[in-house]
C-alpha cells in the first residue's frame, strides 16, 4: 500500500535530487567499503578486539540508519527521516566517544573530575559503553519479569545472568564511574547536550537534535493539521506523503555520515582521507529545499 500522491512524489524526488541521491549512494559505498576484505584498518594506537568490534558496530549501525534515512526521503517521508536523523545523531555521538583520541567530558560547560586510576582512555570508553550496555540489560529484563508474560524460573535465571554480567562490567569502571552513569543515565555520565559540548558540537544539538524531539515523542500533532476551514466545511489533516522536509533531511543525516566515516577512518587508519575529503563539498553543496517547498 502506497500513501496518496506517493508514485508522483517519488518520480518528482528521483528528478530533482538526483545528484543529492548520488552524493548518498557514495556515502553509504564508502561506509560498508569499510567492511570489506580489501580494507586494512592500521590503527594508529593500541586496539584490543573488543573495542574494535564495538567501533566498528557503531560504523555498521550508521550505516544501516543512514540507508533507512534515505529510503524515507525517496518516499517522500521527511518528517520520519527527520527523526530517523536524530538517532543517527546519537549514533555519531557514541562513535565520537568511542572514537575519538582523547575525550574531556564536560557537565554544564566545565570539566568533568578526573577519576584516579580511571583515565578516559579510548579503551576505557569501550568499557563505559559496554557496562551501561549491560546496566540497561538487567534493568529492562526487571520490568520485563515484573510485568511480562515469562515464567518465574525462567525470569529468575536470565536475571542472575544479566545480575552477574553488570556486575562484572561495573567492577571494571569502578563506583565513581558508575554512579556517574546512573546519575547521568547515559554510557557517558552526562546528558546529550553535554556530551555534544564535549565534543565541540553544540549546534548538532541545538539546531537539530532539540527541534527534531517533538517528532520522535509524538508532540507534534498540530503540524499535521491545517486549521483554516475549506470551502466545504473540512479540515485538511496531513496524512499523505509529502516533500517537505526531505531535502532537508537528506542533507543532515550526509554530515552526520561524514563525521561518523571520519573519526572511524581516523581511530583505524583505514586510508579513507581522498574519498572523504572529495565528498566532503559535495554534500555541502546538496540542495537543502525542494523546487516546490
Known amino acids: 500500500m502506497r500513501l496518496p500522491g506517493e508514485d508522483e512524489l517519488r518520480k518528482a524526488i528521483r528528478a ?58 525517496e518516499i517522500a517521508l521527511g518528517d520520519v527521516a527527520d527523526s530517523n536523523g536524530r538517532m543517527l545523531a546519537e549514533t555519531m555521538l557514541a562513535a565520537e566517544f568511542l ?22 582512555t579510548t579503551a576505557f570508553r569501550t568499557k563505559l559503553y559496554l557496562a551501561h550496555d549491560a546496566a540497561s540489560l538487567l534493568k529492562t529484563l526487571k520490568e520485563i519479569a515484573k510485568y511480562g508474560e515469562i515464567s518465574a524460573e525462567d525470569a529468575n535465571r536470565a536475571l542472575k545472568v544479566a545480575e552477574e554480567h553488570a556486575k562484572e562490567e561495573a567492577d571494571g569502571i569502578g563506583s565513581e564511574w558508575a554512579k556517574r552513569q546512573k546519575e547521568g543515565r547515559s554510557y557517558s555520565g552526562v546528558g546529550v547536550l553535554d556530551l555534544a559540548e564535549s565534543i565541540d ?40 506523503s509529502s516533500e517537505k522536509g526531505v531535502a532537508e533531511a537528506l542533507i543532515f543525516a550526509s554530515l552526520v555520515m561524514l563525521q561518523v566515516l571520519n573519526v572511524a577512518n581516523q581511530r583505524f587508519g583505514l586510508g579513507l582521507d581522498e574519498r572523504l575529503s572529495e565528498i566532503a563539498p559535495r554534500i555541502q553543496n546538496m540542495a537543502r529545499r525542494l523546487p516546490n517547498e
Open 16 to 73: 530533482d535530487l538526483a545528484s543529492e541521491l548520488q552524493v548518498t549512494s557514495d556515502l553509504l559505498s564508502i561506509g560498508t567499503g569499510v567492511f570489506l576484505t580489501p580494507v586494512r584498518p592500521n590503527p594508529k594506537d593500541e586496539m584490543d578486539h573488543l573495542e574494535a568490534w564495538m567501533c566498528l558496530g557503531i560504523v555498521a549501525k550508521a550505516c544501516r540508519q543512514y540507508r533507512g534515512i534515505v529510503a524515507l526521503a
Open 99 to 120: 572514537m575519538r583520541p582523547t575525550l574531556v567530558l564536560k557537565r554544564g560547560g566545565k570539566p568533568l573530575p578526573e577519576v584516579p586510576g580511571f583515565p578516559l
Open 201 to 240: 558540537m553544540p549546534f548538532l544539538y541545538h539546531t537539530f537534535y532539540r527541534p527534531a524531539s517533538a517528532g520522535v515523542h509524538g508532540t507534534d500533532a498540530r503540524k499535521y493539521i491545517e486549521p483554516e476551514e475549506r470551502p466545504d466545511g473540512g479540515i485538511t489533516f496531513h496524512a499523505c
